[in-house]
């Protein structure tokens, strides 16, 4: 008769339940880390590591609903990237500044195409007051009368047309950190002449036609 060894069934016992290895499943070796939120004057910095590489970029601040990106750096360290975006954005807005216009109608400091591009994409414009910028964009060279602006925007008045047309400049003024003020034609609201100047009068009582800056006409068209 075969006889049985109890030690060895119990060894081969223990070998089949014994543990086995889990398998781990492969992480990726740099996974982005949480997304930092800071502000840096009009403008929304998010941070963090991405790829390997520490990384800031700006966005338009909220509550506007526009998300396009204005700017981007990277450095060594979070702290590093978010310093060379905060470089990046005040050369910029140096850049700007330096590259305006003096409107030889008004002695008024103009905004460029893109500084107005930024604002009209940002500023919350009432639908009168786009109506308004897109009717004397459209005008050109010609410009409109107040009647003209009324009509356009809808409004009965040409009095709730100007301070419309006027509200509309300070909003952009204040998104630019401008000072929109009326000293080169103190008759005209303030804000207005941010936007526009006045054409020649055909009669001494005609004030003239309200005409577009064209740099904020060029934004109109490719904005509104």
Not at 76 to 105: K, M, Q, W, Y
Not at 123 to 141: G, K, N
Request: charged residues 30%.
């Amino acid at each position: 008769m075969t006889r049985f060894n109890t030690d060895g069934r119990t060894a081969t016992g223990r070998s089949l339940f014994k543990d086995k290895p889990k398998k781990v499943k492969d992480r990726p070796q740099d996974t982005p880390s949480a997304v930092q939120l800071g502000v840096h004057g009009r403008y929304q910095i998010k941070s963090g590591r991405l790829s390997g590489e520490y990384v800031a970029r700006a966005f338009p601040k909220p509550p506007t609903t526009a998300r396009g990106l204005i700017a981007e750096a990277r450095g060594a360290t979070e702290d590093a990237a978010i310093a060379a975006l905060h470089e990046v954005i005040d050369a910029r807005e140096i850049r700007r500044t330096e590259g305006r216009r003096v409107d030889p109608e008004t002695g008024a400091t103009v905004p460029s195409a893109e500084e107005y591009g930024e604002a009209l994409d940002q500023v919350a414009l009432s639908r009168p007051q786009r109506a308004m910028l897109t009717a004397l964009a459209l005008a050109e060279d010609d410009g409109l009368t107040e009647i003209g602006m009324a009509s356009a925007a809808g409004y009965k008045s040409r009095a709730s047309a100007n301070r419309a047309f006027a509200a509309a400049g300070l909003l952009i003024a204040s998104y630019l950190s401008f000072e929109a003020t009326s000293e080169s034609d103190p008759k005209e609201a303030e804000g207005a002449t941010l936007l526009a100047y006045r054409g020649e009068g055909k009669t001494d009582d005609d004030q003239g036609n309200w005409i577009l800056h064209h740099e904020l006409r060029e934004a109109v068209r490719t904005a509104l």
